[in-house]
């Protein structure tokens, strides 16, 4: 049940909320690319950051999570291969949206993995690649107007993250920091939504392994 909640929810923000969003900033005078990223980001924080948030309380295993997140990235996938897209978010220049669906379960599911059944490990890059990406691109637009890299969305990335990993330790400030600095360059054909929760990963797995004093999983 709560599977068929949340995979509602995402397609509630995806088909409909962001559609309507995306009709009401064109009618406000914004510019089809500036409306698109705004959507983009607005669907980062409320479908994988929020289920992320939610996948602890509601999940004992990783099965289902990780199955949602495979069947979406497919239909994302179909909609750019059919040229289907969901102009309200999707471009045609990318399909980044495709590599965070698989990310976020591939990280959720080797952290719960690695951990022995605790999903934090796996949740807290998440957080990063959902909401800490979404509050640097969501800086961004509003000072360019356009897709382009700043430090000052940078900063605000990292104000978020570093805060967010504290509550897993001196570990996930660490994560959060290097997370949010990766993010600012480019290394095509690698996007941010691999890098950033694979980077921020690895941190915490070999905080783990080497140093388990620095967290507090």
Known sequence: MAASILLS????VVAVLTKRLYDFMRRWGLEHNVAVYY???????????????LVPIFFESFILPLAISLLLSAILLFCHR????????????????VSFCIMWGLILTLGWLISGGNFWIGVLPILFMSIGDAITGIVRNMIYKRRTKSWWG?????????VVGSIVGQAGILAGAVASI?????????????????TSFIILLLAKVLAPWSLSL
């Open 82 to 97: 059919g040229n289907r897209l969901m102009y309200w978010f999707q471009t045609e220049d990318n399909a980044y949206e």
């Open 9 to 12: 929810w995402v397609i509630f």
């Open 154 to 162: 940078n900063l605000a990335m990292a104000l978020f993250s570093m």
């Open 182 to 198: 990766v993010e600012h360059f480019e290394f095509k054909p690698i996007d941010d939504n691999v890098l950033v929760p694979a």
């Open 39 to 53: 959507n983009r980001k607005i669907i980062h924080v409320l479908t994988g950051g929020l289920c992320a948030l």
